[in-house]
C-alpha cells in the first residue's frame, strides 16, 4: 500500500512558504510514496519538483489547483498549466484532453471559492465531462471545519475519495493523506481511475486554529520567510529568503 498527499502549495503559490526542495524532503520524512504539487494556477513547482524528486526519494505528480469560474479544481497528471478563469466543464474538458483527471478539493462549503453541491452533480449529467473529474476530498486538513459535510455528500458520488493536507506551510504535508494500492505515481492514477483510494485524515492535534495558521504564514510570506533545504539530508530551516531569488522564481511564473 502506498501513500500520497495531492494537494500541496510550494513558494509558488503566492500564500505559500515551502520550497520545493523542502516539500519533498517533508515528504519523505512522513512516509509518502507520491506527492502533488498543486499550486495555484501554476505549474513551475510541479515540474521543479519532478526534476528533484529522485534524490529525495518520493514520486511527483505534476499539478496545480486551478482556479475556474466555479471554484477551485486540482488537475492532476497535466504537463501544461489549465487556464484560470474557465467553467469547471470548460476546465474538466482542457485537463481530458491534456491527458490529466480533477479533484473536487474542499468542497461543498459556501467559500467563496470552492465548487457546490449542484455544480459537481452537475457534471455527472454531462457525459462529454464526467470522465474527468475522478475525485473528491472528504479531508482537506486546511478547511477541516467543512470535512463532515463533504464526507456525507461524497456518498452520492462516484468519485474516488481523498485526505489531502492543502499545506501552505511544510509541517502540514502529509497531514491528511490518501491510501493506495501500489506504491507509484501511475498506480495512484489507477486507483483514482477506480476509485479505490482510501482517505486517512489526521486524528491528531493540530498546532494552530485554521485562521491563526492562515494569518501567521501570509505574514510569514510578506515578510520573505521561507523553509528551505538544501538536500536530502539536511534539516528544514525557515529563515528570510534570499529576496532576489523569491523575485526571480515569481518572475518565472510570468513567463
Ligand atoms: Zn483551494
Ligand atoms: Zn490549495
Known sequence: MGFADLHIHSMYSPDATTTVRAVLKQAADVGLDVVAI????????ALEARELASQYNVEVVTGAEVTTSDGHLV???V?????????LDETLIWIGHHGGIAIAPHPFNNLPNSLDLHVVMGVFNRPRVKGFLKGIEVYNMATRAFNDTAEKLSVYLPLAKTAASD????????VGRTQF?????DDLRDALEKASTIPIPFEGKMPAPPLLSWIRRIFMRRLGYISDTVSAS???NTQ???RDALLKAMKKLKK
Not at 38 to 44: G, L, P, V, W
Not at 79 to 87: I, N, R, T, V
Open 79 to 87: 504537463e501544461k498549466l489549465p487556464p484560470a478563469g474557465m467553467s
Open 181 to 185: 494500492h501500489g506504491s507509484s505515481a
Open 240 to 242: 528570510r529568503f534570499d
Open 167 to 174: 499545506a501552505h506551510v511544510y509541517w502540514a504535508i502529509g
Open 75 to 77: 488537475a492532476l497528471y
Open 234 to 236: 539536511s534539516p528544514i
Open 38 to 45: 498543486t499550486d495555484h494556477d501554476a505549474i513551475t513547482g
